[in-house]
């Protein structure tokens, strides 16, 4: 089976770099096969436009939906967004490793699902891709205190419910870590092994692991 990793975060040596190659490491000791597409470091594109497609006339007033439905009159969408698309339609399960920057996705996350999750392939009556499994791993500048804790977790599942919850996926309990910055190098440590098992729980709550 195979599982694809998209990762929204400028530094490789972040925590969420070190969240993301716990996930690799575990998805491939299951037997799972697993691509990664780390934005930043791609780097991939995230204004949606005219550009998106091969050859659109410019000359034309962009309507973006209407231009993706129609897309192959435009030659087809432009190759960074093709890529993605056949990595989507590889995969079982997705996993989006990102940081919270303003309350919500960073924008080259929400640049890459304004651009690859296009109308008639990721939605609409007549979509190409497949349902698949939504895993979001997620880390924040910090909480005050339970309450605000508890709004993040809400924060957090709404904005998957109204995108990938809108596409139709299996959405899994995110896991979502507060303030990586001030923890101790033993807290991350334990946070780290937390992830492990989290991940080995959604794999077998998945039912894609294969036999190694």
Sequence with gaps: MNALIVTAHPEIKSFNFALRNIASRILESEGIDVQVSDLYQMPFPPVAGAADFKSYAYETPLQLMKAQVANKLYGGYSSDIQEEQVKLNWADLITFQFPIWWGTYPAILKGWMERVLTYGFAYGSNKEL???SAILT???GGVRDNKEEHAYKER??????????????????????????????????LILNKYENYMRNCIKICGISDPV
């Design 156 to 189: 957090i599942d709404r904005m998957a419910r109204d995108v990938f919850g809108f596409m139709g996926w299996e959405i899994h309990t995110p896991f979502i870590v507060h303030g990586p910055t001030y923890l101790s190098e033993e807290e991350r440590i």
């Design 130 to 132: 497949q349902p698949k």
């Design 138 to 140: 997620v880390t924040t």
